[in-house]
């Protein structure tokens, strides 16, 4: 196990509305990223949040958002849904200089938006 | 703009057999590059992280080459056995001040008993 933990697990939700899914960060890591993930594709960068502070986004529209607490637990709020939305949503935590820079990655929250 | 390919989508081999995945890279200004596997319906599992400066990693039956000026990877998977099968994506990150990582699309491992 990584020691990144995710909720919920899945979630369905309907078009145009909004959810919230969470990340729960490995002890001492204080960088994490969220990336999502279509069915037969590679993730792809959602965006990324150092010490609370945004660092760095991909080509996602403004209706995703995030955050980074205090205690390095993020969320990502994704709201006006959309079909395409669907898909696996994996949040990932590292620590610049320990191990390499390795990213460890949560098991994920499946959404599904009809 | 860096893009990430790898081939084959899928492959299917007899038990104990050595096999090649390949990943390639069309960008060789790389920070480091990384091996991932994932089993259905689940997260990523690192293997194998490569430095820009170093040429090949070893973990056991794994062993992850890089060669930059071609812009290719591969991960070399010793005697296979079924509990190796698995979606294998490789990942680049092209910066030191971001942790984006650029994945390819995966390739689908079955290793058949």
């Known amino acids: 196990e990584t020691g990144v933990t995710q909720s919920p697990t899945h979630l369905i939700k309907t078009r145009g509305q909004q959810v919230t899914l969470r990340c729960s960060s490995q002890?001492?890591?204080?960088?994490v990223s969220w990336y999502q993930q279509a069915l037969g594709q590679g993730p792809q960068f959602i965006f990324q949040?150092?010490?609370?502070?945004?660092?760095g986004r991909g080509n996602f529209p403004p209706r995703f958002s995030g955050l980074q607490f205090p205690n390095y637990s993020s969320e990502l709020n994704v709201n006006a849904l959309e079909l395409d939305d669907s898909a696996l949503y994996l949040c990932?935590?590292?620590?610049?200089?320990?191990?390499?820079?390795?990213?460890?990655f949560g098991p994920g929250t499946r959404l599904l938006v009809l | 703009k860096q893009e990430v390919t790898q081939i084959p989508a899928a492959l299917s081999v007899p038990e104990g057999e050595n096999l090649v995945l390949n990943c390639s890279f069309t960008?060789?200004?790389?920070?480091?590059l990384q091996w991932f596997r994932q089993d259905p319906g689940k997260g990523l599992t690192s293997l194998l992280l490569?430095?820009?400066?170093?040429r090949e990693q070893t973990s056991g039956r794994l062993n992850a080459s890089l060669d930059k000026s071609s812009g290719r990877s591969t991960l070399y998977i010793a005697a296979s056995q079924p509990g190796d099968s698995a979606t294998y994506l490789c990942?680049?990150?092209?910066?030191?001040?971001?942790?984006?990582?650029?994945f390819g699309q995966g390739t689908t491992l079955q290793v058949k008993p």
């Open positions: 990932a935590s590292s620590k610049p200089g320990l191990e390499q820079e390795t990213q460890y």
């Open positions: 002890s001492g890591h204080n960088t």
């Open positions: 949040y150092y010490r609370e502070e945004e660092n």
């Open positions: 960008d060789s200004a790389i920070y480091n």
């Open positions: 490569i430095q820009s400066s170093q």
């Open positions: 990942a680049v990150r092209t910066s030191s001040n971001t942790g984006k990582l650029i």
